[in-house]
């Protein structure tokens, strides 16, 4: 045993320090050869038929909005209790987050109350699959159809996800993945979104580039060929360096997911007899990507700052998004106005959760925990 457990650590292995070389000498290392091989594996992966490969998770979530055409004076509905990400990139498009409350079980956004948060600005919903658990997708469709808004799912945590048996990436009008180091897989920085729309990949590949006519590989393979700027784009495309990672970690994602349920099965059964320690619940009928254990305790805080002492590396996901300072001030948000979030972020904490954790790292945390609860 070691006395120290990380809040994470990625598992880079010799596969991945050979293909970034092979990669690196190859005489490619922009949005290439690699980036297609992994775009394709990616969506067999998700089940979508597109993906566009982008230098983050924020970048998709982004391109998406700008894809969609939602600009200012619309609203976008999201969740409160998510990376900033979420909603900065509606602010990106000069459109308004509108925050929904959350369902105290699942964290997820509450969708019995997405519907009083409409109003006719309303363009697209961002739904957050919380610590990887799915939305009930179900519903949010059914809201989504009836007043015809966007679906833009965030899927930074939910890689592995399904819902009622359906890969999470076939929901929606995008789906929009993260492969920052915490995340399921990594490229170090990168993103991707995942689409059934052909014509809005088309879109998407336009926007990641400048909003050029072809993409760099398409303009020097064979031959120099003209191009132009077609619409305002951005410069958000995924590398062949970031794609030749990714591709080595894909085809471990099923084994590692395993060995986070494995981890999972074994703090559920330590902490259910914790009485001051609430952990996650997981729905019937979702296989939830299990991304972060997340519980909810007295006194975060000190909690926190004991376990640091007792060499374990916590997180937290997250601090209500509309009580910070920006959010506050440009919309008046004050506390008491989404309860459930506002709960949440002052007393959530997530707990190591990672492959390249031993069976002693978690009985460590384990015992850490107690530890700390029971005095
Ligand atoms: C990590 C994360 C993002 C942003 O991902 P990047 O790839 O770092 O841009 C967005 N949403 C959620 C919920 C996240 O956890």
Known sequence: MNGQVAFHRSIIGEEEIEAVTATLTSGWLTTGPKVAKFEADFAHYAGAEYAVGVTSCTEALFLSLVALGIGPGKEVITTPVTWCSTANVIEMVGATPVFVDIDPKTRNIDTTKIEAAMSPQTRAIIPVHYAGQPCHM???????????L?????????????????????YGDTCCYSFYPIKNITTAEGGMICTDDEEL??????????GLSLDAYQRYSGGYKHFEVVRLGYKCNMSDLQAAIGLCQLRRVDQWWER?????????????????????????HV?????????????????????????????????????HKYY??????????????????????????????SDEDV?????QIQGVLLT
């Open 287 to 323: 296989k939830s990507a299990l991304h972060l254990y997340p519980v909810l305790v007295p006194e975060r805080d000190r909690v926190m700052e004991q376990l640091k002492t007792r060499g374990v590396g916590t997180g937290v996901h997250f601090t209500a998004l509309h009580l």
């Open 201 to 210: 990949a088309k879109e998407l590949r336009v926007l990641r580039l400048h």
């Open 363 to 367: 009985a460590y945390v384990i015992e």
């Open 328 to 357: 506050r001030e440009k919309y008046g948000y004050h506390t008491g106005q989404l309860p459930v979030a506002e709960s949440v972020g002052a007393h959530t904490l997530s707990l190591p959760l990672y492959p390249a954790m």
């Open 138 to 148: 179900d519903e949010i469709e059914a809201l989504a159809s009836n007043a015809d």
């Open 150 to 170: 966007r679906i833009v799912n965030d899927c930074a945590h939910a890689l592995e996800a399904n819902y009622q048996g359906r890969s999470l990436g076939t």
């Open 260 to 284: 986070r349920r494995e981890i999972v099965a074994r703090y559920d059964a330590a902490f259910g007899s914790l009485p001051t320690i609430t952990a996650l619940v997981v729905e019937e």
